[in-house]
């Protein structure tokens, strides 16, 4: 990433929509670990 990078810079909505992406994508995989980890207790 570039500091002169505009969109990236100057759009407050852009920062909030990728800080979500970034939440569901870490939770999608957090869920399917924890799945895979209990699956191989059993």
Do not use: N
Not at 10 to 30: C, E, N, S, T
Request: charged share 30%.
């Amino acid at each position: 990433m570039r500091a002169d990078d505009e969109t990236r810079t100057r759009d407050p909505h852009l920062g909030k929509v990728m800080r979500y992406q970034l939440r569901y994508i870490r939770m999608h995989f957090a869920v399917h670990y924890c799945v895979a980890w209990c699956e191989s207790k059993l």
